[in-house]
């Protein structure tokens, strides 16, 4: 089945500064990657995806970038803010009959020091 | 806007008790998941439900685990002779369309597990 894998596990960043979150996937038939943002007592909330046949996405303060050739793909938040911390879970999908099935990583705790 | 919505927020077990947690998904949503989150780990799948069909239980990590949407909304998953190592936070997801990567899934608050 799918492994991913994601680090750091820990990240601080001063306020207004960029953090950039890593994560690689085994499965290469997987087409669907979406990150998701969970603060403390809530369920995780999606804030970005992307899917296979695009390299980059950006949202206002937030971008992922994809690379299929290395089975790796990454989230960048621009203009830190001390509401950005949580932690930043990535997932993945494949194709086919399992293709609800999301593989999460272990996790980012992000913390950003005003 | 109402979302995913879970109950009981927390729950206390003694080791060999049976435990149930309800979900309510998002009015209309064809989708529902459950998943299981260990402390400091992301959600692993456990099951996944298509309005009342059950078409994957693979996750589910024993017998002692079943889950149940018997009129295609609301979920249950019970818990029977709880272990300590079953001691995690339970989330439900739903989403709109049936299946597919594509489909946003919206994660309800959890349910946090204790196991004495």
Known sequence: GENVEQHPSTLSVQEGDSAVIKCTYSDSASNYFPWYKQELGKGPQLIIDIRSNVGEKKDQRIAVTLNKTAKHFSLHITETQPEDSAVYFCAASGPGAGSYQLTFGKGTKLSVIP | ?116
Do not use: M
């Open chain 2, 1 to 116: 806007g109402a979302g995913v919505s879970q109950s009981p927020r927390y729950k206390v077990a003694k080791r060999g008790q049976d435990v149930a947690l309800r979900c309510d998904p998002i009015s209309g949503h064809v989708s529902l998941f459950w998943y299981q989150q260990a402390l400091g780990q992301g959600p692993e799948f456990l099951t996944y439900f298509q309005n009342e069909a059950q078409l994957d239980k693979s996750g589910l990590p024993s017998d002692r685990f079943f889950a149940e949407r018997p009129e295609g909304s609301v979920s249950t998953l019970k818990i029977q002779r709880t272990q300590q190592e079953d001691s995690a936070v339970y989330l439900c997801a739903s989403s709109r369309g049936a299946g597919g990567g594509y489909n946003e899934q919206f994660f309800g608050p959890g349910t946090r597990l204790t196991v004495l």
